[in-house]
């Protein structure tokens, strides 16, 4: 198994539990329009975890693949709406959040690499 992979497994797990240590967090930069933002927050912490590890299973690597490039598409809603201004970017930087975008093409491209 490669490295990166590894790497990327623990990646997701993490992020994923950190929705459920930290779920205020998360729920305080998802757009309005999502509804029940905390069962949001919640379940994507799930599937996150759910996705890193399958990455480290050869039987469910490109189906979790998929699934992070599809989670990765959905959470350029909320890296839009934190650039909307200091009211949604919970006190990160602008630049940082700028920066997170060309960073998630990135991401996305890692994990296509084991579809």
């Given at each position: 198994m490669?490295?990166?992979?590894?790497?990327?497994?623990i990646?997701?797990?993490?992020?994923?539990?950190?929705?459920?240590?930290?779920?205020d967090?998360?729920?305080?930069?998802?757009?309005?329009?999502?509804?029940?933002?905390?069962?949001?927050?919640?379940?994507?912490?799930?599937i996150?975890?759910?996705?890193?590890?399958?990455?480290?299973?050869?039987?469910?690597?490109?189906?979790?693949?998929?699934?992070?490039?599809?989670?990765?598409?959905?959470?350029?809603?909320?890296?839009?709406?934190?650039?909307?201004?200091d009211?949604?970017a919970?006190?990160?930087?602008?630049?940082?959040?700028?920066?997170?975008?060309p960073?998630?093409?990135?991401?996305?491209?890692?994990?296509?690499l084991?579809?």
């Open positions: 490669n490295w990166d992979l590894i790497i990327m497994s990646m997701y797990a993490f992020a994923g539990i950190m929705h459920f240590i930290k779920p967090a998360y729920i305080k930069v998802m757009p309005r329009f999502f509804k029940a933002r905390k069962f949001l927050v919640l379940l994507s912490g799930g996150e975890i759910a996705l890193g590890i399958g990455l480290l299973f050869q039987k469910t690597r490109s189906i979790s693949a998929i699934g992070i490039i599809l989670m990765l598409l959905v959470f350029f809603t909320v890296h839009f709406n934190m650039l909307r201004g009211k949604f919970a006190g990160v930087p602008k630049w940082i959040l700028i920066l997170r975008i960073i998630q093409f990135i991401l996305i491209w890692w994990a296509y084991y579809i």
